[in-house]
């Protein structure tokens, strides 16, 4: 296997501006002079100003992807030691302060290239730390990078996972679900936030087995489910609609497709100690779901409509709008008077703008018997420094005239 090594790099002046601004990514096309020969993943790429011959950027080499380097310092120097990794976490750990003092007990830790960790994102649950790996370039680097993340963020082990990709070639000498630290006795760990205790499932779970984006639009539904019948569609394993329970709703009917996410739930609503004769889960196609309660002329006070994402290539864009404007069209007819509706889209492709043209077009936004209240877009855990990572949006309408 070859040995990381060190690369001048010099942009064409396009990409070469866009790194300058804080983009992360330099695509094959964009290098002007690179290696003469193919180097190893994690190879340190140093950029070199076409105007003054000086650094101005450092990367690491990544030989089989498009983004070919993943940019990570802007800086003239750089010492690539222990120290700069502690250095770096410390900065992302100061960050979450304000969820941690909270008594938030999960959240996300590094959030990749927003953390200047490009192809590594972290997430905490109370003492366990989910590492998911995307990107070959940390090979030479996770063996130290493993114990700095675990005593920075006061982690008792920590979880190895990896994306598909990885999967099927890891060069890594970790396998996934291996486990670095002290012993996990059950890979179902639990946290907190706002007064509500979730599993999430470590090493078998969805991505790091648990969704942790949306907890402020989560709170909102806890904050104003008091007394109110809730619908919420793509529940997965039941974030909004805990959340309601625990806020006094008078019932929740929770649609998702999978039948082991609503046991999940279940497990979920037994976590928090709350009435399960409340809920009803209905383990099907949501649309299908969705159209058989508009036949019954059910009428719900929460709608909370928040899909997996529609969009994950260019080619896929204008049908998850066409996708985003039939929920759209769908949940409002299940909106009671003075009910509110929730549409989220975590498509980075789909712009907030589009977003809402979808909904226009699905005469809600902007309709005189509907309501704009607010938008909200990401958490502290999940800051964004650069347009193509910001892909949670979500937007509140109420109903407030039939």
């Known amino acids: 296997m070859k040995i990381p090594s060190k690369i001048a790099i010099k942009l064409r002046k396009s990409a070469e501006k866009a790194v300058k601004q804080g983009h992360p990514w330099v695509f094959e096309q964009s290098i002007e002079k690179g290696p003469a020969e193919d180097e190893a993943a994690g190879s340190l790429c140093i950029l070199f100003d076409q105007r003054t011959n000086k650094p101005f950027a450092f990367g690491l080499w990544d030989p089989d992807e498009i983004i070919r380097i993943k940019i990570f310092y802007l800086g003239t120097r750089l010492q690539l030691n222990e120290e700069f990794w502690k250095s770096q976490l410390e900065k992302a750990y100061e960050k979450r302060q304000g969820l941690i003092q909270k008594g938030i007990t999960g959240y996300r830790g590094i959030h990749g290239e927003n953390d200047d960790f490009p192809g590594l994102v972290l997430d905490v649950y109370a003492k366990t730390g989910v590492l998911k790996i995307y990107s070959e370039v940390w090979k030479p680097y996770i063996d130290s990078l493993i114990p700095a993340i675990q005593e920075q963020y006061n982690l008792e082990n920590i979880v190895i996972r990896f994306s598909r990709k990885i999967q099927q070639n890891n060069i890594f000498r970790y396998q996934e679900g291996d486990v670095v630290g002290s012993t996990l006795e059950d890979e179902k760990v639990s946290f907190e936030e706002y007064g509500v205790k979730f599993y999430a499932y470590t ?14 639009n989560r709170l909102w539904v806890q904050q104003n489910a008091d007394g109110k019948s809730v619908l919420d569609v793509f529940s997965y394993v039941g974030g909004f609609g805990i959340h309601a329970l ?6 929740l009917t929770s649609i998702d497709i999978s039948t082991h996410a609503m046991d999940v739930a279940l497990e979920n609503i037994q976590l928090n100690e709350l009435d399960k004769s409340k809920w ?5 196609d949501a649309f299908e779901a969705l159209d058989q309660l508009i036949q019954q002329n059910k009428k719900f006070d929460i709608v909370i409509i928040d899909p997996p994402s529609f969009a994950k290539q260019a080619s896929e864009v204008h049908n998850a709008l066409k996708q985003y404007e039939r929920l759209a069209n769908i949940g409002k007819k299940l909106v009671a008077h003075q009910g509110y509706l929730i549409l989220g889209s975590c498509s980075s492709r789909i712009s907030l703008e589009d977003f809402e043209k979808a909904h226009q077009n699905a005469r809600i936004k902007g309709a005189k018997n509907w309501q704009h209240l607010h938008t909200t877009l990401h958490d502290d855990d999940h800051p964004i420094g650069f347009p193509e990572s910001n892909y949670l949006k979500t937007i509140f309408y109420q109903k407030y005239t039939e």
């Open 203 to 216: 090493q078998s779970g969805h991505k790091t087995g648990f969704f942790l984006d949306q907890r402020p």
């Open 246 to 251: 625990k806020g006094n709703a008078k019932s």
């Open 280 to 284: 009803t889960p209905l383990a099907q």
